[in-house]
């Protein structure tokens, strides 16, 4: 079927460009998304929105730049600094990646947990006006879903991290629940980036967030590289070459 008709089944369509994760045939204790001891998980979730927002406006200044421009520029950003570049606003302003985190958490909240895809795209293209230093995959695809290409097909084939940036709620909303966690990573990744890096990108970083929720204690590196590893069975690797070593 055609992709841009209004008949076309979606997520058939998805499945068939293997751009939805397979089961991953592991429940939660297998992955690990059990608590390994008591856990506050409002906490958790405060600490990932507003951790992820601060992490966000502290590193902006050096957003795009090699590390080691940020390390001789500014040495080690612990203190919110003037930001100069597009759509500036004031000290400790963040970005787009923490605006679109929030509509993925929105889109959450007002949806029983679940992204709906026309939902999102709604809320998608009321953020463009407002957008602060979004990518152009994420934009140009925002543009598009605005004059009313269909959610599945909109996205850019893009492999970067636009999608995996504003994934956190959807790790904190199905942490004990590994199959939901990977579909709803994906289908919120999908819109903006119709991508298997980029879908792929998105279930590691809302099974990261769903898995350190869990742990009362330390991590131990080992066993979180491994969950992470397992987590991705049933996800399509279409085998490309990382560019960066």
């Avoid at 302003?93 to 795209?121: F, H, K, W, Y």
């Avoid at 939901?180 to 792929?200: G, K, N, Y």
Wanted: net charge negative.
């Amino acid at each position: 079927p055609d992709p841009d008709t209004d008949t076309a089944d979606p997520f058939a369509l998805l499945a068939a460009d293997r751009l939805l994760p397979e089961p991953c045939g592991a429940d939660a204790a297998g992955l690990g998304l059990v608590s390994d001891g008591p856990v506050d998980l409002v906490d958790r979730a405060r600490g990932s929105l507003l951790g992820g927002a601060i992490g966000d406006a502290l590193g902006r200044p050096g957003e795009t730049k090699p590390r080691a421009r940020v390390r001789e520029e500014f040495g080690l950003l612990v203190d919110f600094l003037p930001w100069f570049g597009y759509e500036d606003g004031p000290v400790g302003t963040s970005t787009d990646d923490t605006q679109l985190t929030m509509v993925v958490a929105e889109c959450l909240r007002d949806n029983a947990g679940r992204i709906d895809p026309d939902d999102l795209v709604e809320r998608l293209v009321a953020w463009l006006p407002v957008a602060r230093g979004a990518g152009s995959a994420t934009l140009q695809a925002c543009w598009a879903l605005a004059t009313g290409a269909p959610w599945w097909s909109a996205g850019t084939p893009s492999a970067g991290n636009g999608a995996a940036m504003r994934v956190s709620p959807i790790g904190l909303v199905h942490r004990s629940d590994p199959d939901a966690l990977r579909t709803e990573a994906a289908i919120s990744a999908v819109p903006t980036h119709r991508d298997p890096v980029a879908v792929s990108g998105a279930v590691v970083h809302a099974f990261a967030v769903a898995w350190c929720s869990h742990r009362a204690g330390g991590i131990d590196p080992d066993a979180f590289v491994d969950a992470i590893g397992r987590c991705l069975i049933g996800v399509h690797d279409p085998g490309l070459v990382p560019r960066k070593p």
